[in-house]
């Protein structure tokens, strides 16, 4: 097994510990490990996926990463057949992308979302 080092914020290491204690986890390291392997697991799905298909696309991210969010999906308005947004609590927002088209054209979409570090959460859902 490999050692590694990571850097993770207060609110992150907190959302680790509280998980290690409600789903009785050993330590910090098998919630990482666990939550890798899940990573993984949903990039394989997403990887098999071809052809012309509907999507369902949630984001949630901070008021302020709007200028983000909104730049993305011009790139993307032929796949987008409906946006829904919404206001929550605390300065964050909802997005609610349905998507038709080239499965390639809408992962790329989901991976831009990915890599930004803008978005609390990514969520793609094949309808």
Known sequence: MTIISISLNDGLLAGIDKLQKELGFSGRSEVIRAGARMLIADSKEKEKLEGRLNFVLLLIHAQKAEDVVTEIKHEFEDIISTQIHNHLREDKCLEVF?????????????????????????KLIVA
Do not use: N, P, S
Request: hydrophobic content about 50%; proline content about 0%; glycine content about 8%.
């Open 98 to 122: 349905i998507l038709e088209g080239d499965a390639a054209r809408i992962k790329e979409l989901v991976r831009l979302f990915q890599i930004t570090g803008k978005m609390d959460y990514v």
